[in-house]
């Protein structure tokens, strides 16, 4: 399993957070994972001007050419929920980009 460490950025005119907020975020992550993520779990905390995650990930199988590193696969999935819902575009900054390939890049095996 593997743990990436994020944060979503509150927009400065964005009204204070509702009670309930992380778990609305955490929501919706959820119903925008996709099983190609390989997402385990989520938790997530609020701050004054940011709410910060922890996603878990199936390990993927190093053997799979196609497969994407944890920091690659959070970026997408941050991205995928923000464009997608009304509630993360109005609350939320956009995410940073997915990391570049020197960072995760896919696996490859190794004889």
């Not at 927009?11 to 996709?34: D, K, N, Q, S, Y």
């Not at 938790?43 to 196609?66: H, I, K, Q």
């Not at 944890?70 to 993360?88: E, M, N, V």
């Amino acid at each position: 399993m593997d743990c990436v460490y994020t944060s979503l950025r509150r927009r400065p005119e964005a009204p204070p957070a509702p009670a309930g907020e992380v778990a609305e975020v955490l929501g919706i992550l959820w119903a925008h994972a996709t099983p190609k993520d390989g997402l385990e779990h989520i938790s997530g905390s609020l701050d004054s001007d940011r709410v910060d995650l922890l996603l878990y990930f199936l390990s993927p199988d190093p053997t799979s050419p196609a497969a994407h590193g944890p920091l690659h696969r959070a970026a997408a999935l941050l991205a995928r929920g923000h464009q997608r819902s009304p509630t993360l575009q109005r609350r939320y900054l956009p995410p940073a980009g997915a990391p570049g390939p020197q960072a995760d890049g896919p696996r490859r095996a190794t004889a």
